[in-house]
């Protein structure tokens, strides 16, 4: 008996590691209508070659990724993929966010900590495009 | 004794199950240095106003999804953000692809899947930019 209760507990524990397991899996899962927004910003400096710019500029674009309603924060620079006629590889920086909602952008762009951005780095760039796409 | 052994069956099946369910875990999470190419894709239609070109442009570029070096997917138009000078909300749609690496995003170009969509639908666009980032 008592070797079947343990059994049973035994069983029941395994139960439990794969109930946890598999609701973490649902929560991995991405809800439908999340995400839905992406915004794409390119960058290019006024000094294109200065290192230290670049840094500069990345270090201010990093302190962004600090507010609440962003979803997935991604920066980058060119990557260095064949060099086509439509592939534009010329900007300095590049910030992709990705909200859930319209809203989340606004209290994103209306937000301290973005507008801070703005003031401290913006000496830094001499061209900005931003592309906000909403997903299909 | 056919009890216990059932039971024992019983309790490899859970474990089964719990390992199988932990695996997934470890599938969903991403290694590091993957998804470290972004590659964004802008187009804008002959005929901006045509709905049927529209649809039809995204039925090509949904046929993309199917190659493999894609770790994710995304297709979008412009979201109804703020126009501000900044943003560019002038095409009609948006192709977001994510690749471990350049070698991912070449074989995507070179990809059969790739080189019929540009056969069979790029007489609906006029213009496309295409911007590559490399994660930092």
Redesign the interface.
């Known amino acids: 008996m008592k070797q079947?209760r343990r059994?049973f507990i035994?069983?029941a524990s395994?139960?439990a590691?794969?109930s946890a397991?598999?609701a973490?899996?649902f929560l991995?899962m991405e809800p439908i209508k999340k995400k839905q927004?992406?915004?794409?910003v390119?960058f290019w400096l006024k000094n294109p070659d200065s290192k230290e710019d670049l840094k500069k500029l990345?270090e201010g674009v990093q302190t962004l990724s600090k507010i609440e309603t962003i979803r997935e924060f991604?920066?980058?620079?060119?990557?260095?993929?064949?060099k086509?006629p439509?592939?534009?590889?010329s900007?300095s920086v590049?910030e992709?966010l990705f909200f859930d909602d319209?809203e989340g952008?606004?209290i994103y762009?209306e937000h301290p900590v973005h507008q801070k951005f703005v003031e401290n780095y913006s000496h830094l760039w001499e061209r900005?495009?931003?592309?906000?796409?909403?997903?299909?």
């Open positions: 079947t059994k035994a069983s395994l139960l590691v794969a397991a598999s973490n899996i991995e927004i992406s915004h794409h390119f990345v991604h920066i980058g620079v060119p990557a260095s993929t064949e086509r439509v592939v534009d590889a900007f590049s992709l319209v952008q606004n762009q900005v495009i931003v592309y906000d796409s909403k997903e299909i």
